[in-house]
C-alpha cells in the first residue's frame, strides 16, 4: 500500500518552465562552434534532464568535445537571454500550484541562478520561496537519486512519502533509484513525439499525464490507494 504523500518535487525545466527547446538550441549551437554536430533528437537523447557536469562528461566522452569554460560562459549568458525574451510558463502551472495542499518543491539539474531566473522570468518564483534545490548542491547529478534525497531530506519528508514529478528519462531514474513515486510529465513542447511518450512510459513511472491541470487529481487518487 502507497504512503500518503507528504511532499511533491518539481523539476523545473520542462515541468514549470516550458524551456527544453530554448536549452537545446543553446546547447547545439555552442557543441557546433566546438567542432561537433548532433541533432536535436540524438541532444534530447544524450543530455535532457542531465546537470551541466554531466553533459559536458557526455560530450567528451562520447562525443570527444570539451567545452571549457570561456565556451560555458558565452552558452550562459545566450541561454539567458534567450530566457529572459521567450521563455513561458508551462500551461496551467500557476494555478494549479496555488491549489496544491500539499508542501512542494522545485529540484532541478540546472544551476541555482538558472532555476531562479526560469522561475522569475515566468513569475513562478513566489511558489517556491527557498525551496528550491540544485543538482550542484550534490556530488551526484540526474540520473543518480542524490538530488531528490538532499530535497526530502531539507524538506524533512521521508522518500517513500515524496512524490516526483519529472519530464526527463534521467529524472523518472533518479527518482525510482531515491525510493519516490514518480508522474512523468509529457506537456513540454519538447515532449510531444510519441516515440518520447513511449520510451518515458518504458521506464515504469507510476503516472504518465500531459495537462498540468490534471495533477490535483492524480495526487488525490494516489492518496486513496
Not at 524551456?19 to 546547447?27: D, I, K
Not at 512510459?201 to 487529481?217: C, H, I, K, T, Y
Amino acid at each position: 500500500m502507497a504512503l500518503p504523500p507528504g511532499l511533491i518535487i518539481f523539476d523545473c525545466d520542462g515541468v514549470l518552465v516550458d524551456s527544453e527547446p530554448l536549452s537545446m538550441r543553446v546547447l547545439l549551437e555552442t557543441i557546433a562552434e566546438a567542432g561537433a554536430v548532433i541533432d536535436v533528437a540524438q541532444g534530447y537523447e544524450s543530455f535532457l534532464g542531465r546537470s551541466l557536469a554531466s553533459t559536458t562528461d557526455t560530450l567528451r566522452d562520447d562525443y570527444g568535445v570539451d567545452l571549457g569554460s570561456d565556451a560555458l560562459d558565452r552558452m550562459r549568458e545566450r541561454l539567458y537571454a534567450l530566457f529572459r525574451r521567450e521563455l513561458q510558463p508551462v500551461p496551467g502551472v500557476a494555478e494549479t500550484l496555488a491549489g496544491l495542499a500539499l508542501p512542494f518543491c522545485v529540484a532541478s539539474s540546472s544551476q541555482p541562478e538558472r532555476i531562479r531566473l526560469s522561475l522569475d522570468v515566468t513569475g513562478l518564483r513566489p511558489f517556491f520561496g527557498d525551496h528550491i534545490f540544485s543538482a550542484s548542491m550534490v556530488t551526484h547529478g540526474k540520473p543518480a537519486p542524490d538530488l531528490f534525497l538532499h530535497a526530502a531530506r531539507e524538506m524533512r519528508i521521508a522518500p517513500a512519502r515524496c512524490i516526483v514529478i519529472e519530464d526527463s528519462p534521467a529524472g523518472v531514474d533518479a527518482a525510482k533509484r531515491a525510493g519516490m513515486p514518480v508522474f512523468a510529465f509529457t506537456g513540454g513542447s519538447h515532449a510531444q513525439a510519441p516515440a518520447h511518450r513511449r520510451f518515458i512510459e518504458s521506464l515504469g513511472p507510476d503516472r504518465v499525464f500531459e495537462r498540468m491541470a490534471d495533477l490535483p487529481e492524480l495526487l488525490r487518487g494516489w492518496a486513496e490507494k
